[in-house]
């Protein structure tokens, strides 16, 4: 065990997963690359948990960040006017496409669904909230209280009364062999169900992702959310898209993950990528509710200065870049690559995701563990993740290069080819 893993395990608690049989420190990075201690170099394909948006040492990312550090001015209240706050307000509420969008930052995903939580529960009076099966909201009351997923509620006692419906989870047996058409109709069937007799009073919202992330990059097929959409609007319950992982691009083919499936939300939940590494979360939701009379608050530290000219810089970048474009260009290059792998390869069970956000579901978790120390070996780095631990997820910095998707690809397909002959 390396001297700091040792000090690790000493000061810090035992849940706190740490990636690969013999856990790395990385010390520095550089376009979509880091090195660890020991000199070695890996391209980036987990980007800090979707967190290194657009790489590494970007020039527009740390000048932005020295001039405010510059300045002197690192002051965080949010009593006094902020520039960098009021102009990335205005990019995510016109990006947003929610009408007549309001935002609120603060410095976490989890407090982002926290607030989103607030905000819905006292504007509709109610503590009963939908949630999706298999989800992931983070690590406060109210967003493990929505969370599905046993690993990371087990030690929650839930303030809301949630009620879990069906998205992901069609592998179920009751689904099997179902069209998508036929799966969203007992999916509804489901919801309408759950209204009718689970729910106590009137429903606040629901709360999901797009796809998955925790989850392990899981997809509910084209059609279910805006099907879910038309029965929550007969009853004003309000709609909740947690775009942590989603947001800016990521998927190619949205902006925010949500405007895939043709539903406008009343709020969306973003954070990770956003700061390129510096912590800022945030949400934005429909004027009237963020203004009700319920909605007062404040965040010492959401909205701070360097954040946000830390969070402006990446999103200028990732729209003068149209870095969502060279999302769908490269993702297609490795999710189309390695569903054509995975014709020869039994032991893939399932390739899935859009842009660059794109998993693998192997045959058991220990298939798993042996792939991330496969790929680390060869020098990339990913994530393992998914109900049932047996996803690998993946998710490298919206700036990744076509050479780049084609070196990460041969990598992933190496080592996959190893375990299939292992298992073999
Ligand atoms: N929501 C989603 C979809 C997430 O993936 C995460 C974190 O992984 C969160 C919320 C919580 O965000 P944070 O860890 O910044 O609190």
Redesign the pocket.
Known sequence: MSELLARHRAVMPNWLALNYNEPIEIVSGKGNRVVDADGKSYLDFFAG?LTNMIGYDVPEVREAVERQLATGVVHTSTVYLLRGQVELAEKIARLSGIPDAKVFFTN????A?ETALLLATYARKSDQVLAMRQS????SFG?VSVTSNRSWKNNSLSPLNVHFLHGADRHLTQFRGLSDADYIAACVDDLRHVLATAVSNDVAALIA?PIQ??GGFTMAPDGLFAAYKEVLDEQGILFIS?E??TGWGRTGSAFFGIQDHGVTPDVITF??GLGNGFAV?GLVARGDLMDGPHAVGLSTFGGNPISMAAANATLDYVLDHDLQANAARTGAIIIDGLKEAAKRLSVVKDVRGKGLMFAVELESPAQAARFMEETKRAGLLAGKGGLYGTAIRMAPPLTLTVEEAVEGLGIIVGALETIDAEAA
């Not at 976490?108 to 407090?111: D, I, M, N, V």
């Open positions: 948990i976490s995903g989890t407090e669904n992931y909201h983070g690590r967003a992702e992330g925790v947690d942590v992982q954070a990770k979360g």
